[in-house]
C-alpha cells in the first residue's frame, strides 16, 4: 500500500472502486492547520473530473497500470481483436472502452490500451482520424454568405456535419473525440 507522498501527476490510483489518472496534485499546508494533498483526478469509467483531499502520509492505492500501441484487427461480438505489432499476441479489448469513437476506427488503426493486471482499463483511439466520405447531399449554390454546413456518410458508416464543398470521394481529417470535421486532407 502506497501513500500519498508516493502519487504524481499522472499516476492511476483506485479511488471510492473506479480506477482514477491523477491530473492535478498539491502539497498545502494552510497556515497553523495540517498539511493535505489536494489532488484533481478523472474517472476512466465515465471520464468526468473529480476533487478530493487526502491527510498527508495518508494510504492510498496506486496502480500499475501499462499502456500498450496495438492495431485494430476487426471485430468479434463485443469485443476487438487487438494485435502486439511487436510481438504479433492478439488481444480481446471490450468495445465498450471506446465509447462514441468506435464509430471513426476502422481495420489497421493503431490505438493506446492501458492495462492494469492483464485487464483493459481504457482505451484511446487515436485523436485524428482520416475517413473517406462515401455520401453527401448537393446543397444550393449562391447560399455561401455564413457557414453551411451539411450531413455526410463516412466508409465507417458514421455521419458527420461537413461545409458545403466537401464531395463524395473526399478524404477528411475527423477529431475522435468531439466527432467534429477539421479539413480535407490534400492529395
Not at 491530473?23 to 473530473?49: D, S, V
Not at 455526410?152 to 458527420?160: R, Y
Amino acid at each position: 500500500m502506497a501513500s500519498t507522498a508516493d502519487v504524481n501527476i499522472g499516476s492511476y490510483i483506485r479511488f471510492n472502486n473506479d480506477i482514477c489518472q491523477i491530473m492535478e496534485w498539491q502539497h498545502r499546508t494552510p497556515g497553523n492547520l495540517r498539511a493535505f494533498y489536494q489532488g484533481k483526478m478523472r474517472n476512466l469509467r465515465n471520464g468526468k473530473l473529480n476533487e478530493h483531499r487526502w491527510r498527508s502520509g495518508e494510504p492510498m492505492e496506486v496502480l500499475r497500470v501499462e499502456i500498450h500501441e496495438l492495431q485494430y484487427l476487426y471485430r468479434e461480438g463485443d469485443n476487438l481483436v487487438l494485435m502486439n505489432p511487436n510481438s504479433f499476441e492478439q488481444l480481446y479489448v471490450p468495445a465498450a472502452l471506446f465509447g462514441e469513437a468506435m464509430g471513426f476506427m476502422k481495420e489497421e488503426m493503431i490505438m493506446q490500451v492501458g492495462f492494469e493486471s492483464d485487464v483493459a482499463i481504457f482505451a484511446r483511439p487515436p485523436k485524428v482520424v482520416e475517413l473517406e466520405v462515401t455520401y453527401t447531399e448537393n446543397i444550393v449554390k449562391g447560399d455561401t454568405s455564413n457557414k453551411v454546413m451539411k450531413t455526410a456518410k463516412l466508409e465507417t458508416g458514421v455521419e458527420i456535419n461537413v461545409p458545403s464543398f466537401v464531395d463524395i470521394g473526399t478524404v477528411v481529417r475527423i477529431d475522435t473525440e468531439t466527432g467534429e470535421y477539421l479539413d480535407r486532407v490534400k492529395k
